[in-house]
C-alpha cells in the first residue's frame, strides 16, 4: 500500500489548522524539525508538534534533522510524535543505537533517516529494529528542491536490503517528489512518499494527494 505523507514544512502557518485539515486524505502528516547546525536552516519544534497533535488524529511522522538528536526523543515522543527519523549521520554508531532505544522505551515507531551522502548498506547495524527507513532524494534542510535522480539507486538498494532482512519495514522517500516521478520513486521500492509542494502548492489537496498515489 502506498501512503502519503504531506510536509507542512510547505504549509502556511497563518493558517496551520486549515492547512492540516485539508490534506486529510494524507496517510500521515510529515513534521521537519531543523536545528540550524545539522542542517543549514531552523524550522520547528516542541511547542509547534503539540498544538499540531492537538489538533489533528493523523499520525505524526517527526523527522529530526538536528544532532545528538537522542537527547529530544522522550519530548517529541511526549509531544505527540508516532514515528521518529533520526539521521545516522548526525551521531555516533552507540548515540544512534541510543536514540532506537529511546524511542522502544517511549513507545513510537522507529526510523532511520539517509543524506544523499551515506550508503544504503549503513543502514544495516539496526536494520532490524527499524519500523521506516528514510531515504533523502535532497540535500535535507530546506523545502522546494528537485528531486536528485540519482539517489533512486539508494531507494532500489535500500529496498533490497529490507527485502531480505526486514520486509515488514517502510521505505519512505522525502525531497522533490511529484506527480511527474512519483511513478519512478514507487517502482524504485519506496512506500511511503512525503510531499510538501506537490500537495500545498497545490488548489485541491485531495486531489494532489490522489494523484500521488496513484502515479
Known amino acids: 500500500m502506498i501512503k502519503i505523507a504531506p510536509s507542512i514544512l510547505a504549509a502556511d502557518f497563518c493558517r496551520l489548522g486549515e492547512d492540516i485539515a485539508s490534506v486529510r486524505e494524507g496517510d500521515m502528516l510529515h513534521f521537519d524539525v531543523m536545528d540550524g547546525s545539522f542542517v543549514p536552516n531552523i524550522s520547528f519544534g516542541i511547542p509547534v508538534l503539540k498544538s499540531v497533535r492537538a489538533f489533528t488524529d493523523m499520525t505524526l511522522d517527526v523527522h529530526l534533522m538536528i544532532h545528538d538528536p537522542v537527547r529530544y526523543v522522550e519530548r517529541?515522543?511526549?509531544?505527540?510524535?508516532?514515528?521518529?527519523?533520526?539521521?545516522?549521520?548526525?551521531?555516533?554508531?552507540?548515540?544512534?543505537?541510543?536514540?532506537?532505544?529511546?524511542?522502544?522505551?517511549?513507545?513510537?515507531?522507529?526510523?532511520?533517516?539517509?543524506?544523499?551522502?551515506?550508503?544504503?548498506?549503513?543502514?544495516?547495524?539496526?536494520?532490524?529494529?527499524?519500523d521506516m527507513v528514510l531515504v533523502m532524494t535532497v540535500e535535507p534542510g530546506f523545502g522546494g528542491q528537485t528531486l536528485i535522480e540519482s539517489q533512486l539507486e539508494t531507494v532500489r538498494r535500500v529496498r533490497a536490503l529490507l527485502?531480505?532482512?526486514?520486509?515488514?519495514?517502510?521505505?519512505?522517500?522525502?525531497?522533490?517528489?511529484?506527480?511527474?516521478?512519483?511513478?519512478?520513486?514507487?517502482?524504485?521500492?519506496?512506500?511511503?512518499?512525503?510531499?510538501?509542494?506537490a500537495i500545498f502548492g497545490q488548489a485541491d489537496r485531495s486531489v494532489a494527494i490522489r494523484t500521488l498515489r496513484e502515479a
Do not use: W
Not at 97 to 105: N, S
Not at 185 to 193: F, Q
Open 163 to 197: 527485502d531480505r532482512y526486514n520486509p515488514a519495514c517502510d521505505l519512505e522517500v522525502d525531497g522533490g517528489v511529484t506527480p511527474e516521478n512519483a511513478g519512478r520513486v514507487k517502482a524504485a521500492g519506496a512506500n511511503v512518499l512525503v510531499a510538501g509542494s
Open 76 to 130: 517529541f515522543a511526549a509531544a505527540g510524535a508516532d514515528i521518529l527519523s533520526v539521521h545516522l549521520e548526525a551521531d555516533t554508531h552507540q548515540g544512534t543505537a541510543q536514540a532506537l532505544d529511546e524511542m522502544e522505551r517511549c513507545g513510537v515507531k522507529r526510523a532511520l533517516a539517509l543524506r544523499p551522502i551515506s550508503a544504503p548498506e549503513a543502514i544495516l547495524p539496526y536494520v532490524d529494529r527499524l
